[in-house]
């Protein structure tokens, strides 16, 4: 099953060239939205976020003036209820090596929690010790976001800054290791399907950052 056409892919690919960054709202189904917020709200109920850190698995660091999210890592093996999104990821994949003359091999994903006070500092998501990150891939899943309620994707270009509203089903993808970025301090609770399509497989460890 595709999720899109190949013209909606060639556009956005486009774009995600020219830009460094591309934006598109409802990128989710309305069935597949909910699906994945419930899961999310069903692991924060339960208690199985952590709080997220700064490097990879080998060289990870938790520092809360940084970063103050918590993360819930997937694996497609044992988080079945969720395989509709990774089919979808799946087709990302497969769209930006097609279109994109990318050679993408594999990716990670987690879900994402930032509760309200927290934020995460200017950064781009590569490190020395692991840099096989493409393409970054944020899908909000912020039910009824209203201006004031803080989150917001803030993108550096050499001559702007851009501020995106994390608002529900919208997707940002952007160059990983080209687009310096920052999430505001969020008032609210702030959530999202957050990953990174790699150039090799993830067996060396989960980049935590």
Known sequence: ????????????????????????????????????????????????????????????QKDTSIRGDFTYWLDKDRDTLLTPAFDLIEEIKFALNRYCFLSLTGYEFHLACYPAGTFYKRHVDQFQDRSNRMISV?????????????????????????????????????????VPHEVMKTNVGRYSLTGWMLYQPSGVGYILG
């Not at 690919?13 to 709202?25: E, G, R, W």
């Open 138 to 178: 944020i899908i909000y899943l912020n039910e009824g976001w209203k201006q004031g309620d803080g989150g917001e994707l803030k993108i550096y270009k050499e001559d702007e800054e851009l501020l995106i509203d994390p608002i529900a089903g919208r997707c940002v993808m952007f160059k990983s290791a080209d």
């Open 1 to 60: 099953m595709n999720f899109y056409s190949v013209e909606k892919w060639i556009d956005w690919v486009d774009q995600l060239s020219l830009n460094d960054y591309v934006v598109i709202d409802n990128f989710l189904s309305p069935e597949l939205y909910q699906a994945v917020r419930g899961f999310l709200l069903q692991k924060l109920e339960v208690d199985e976020f952590k709080r997220a850190g700064l490097g990879s698995a080998f060289n990870n």
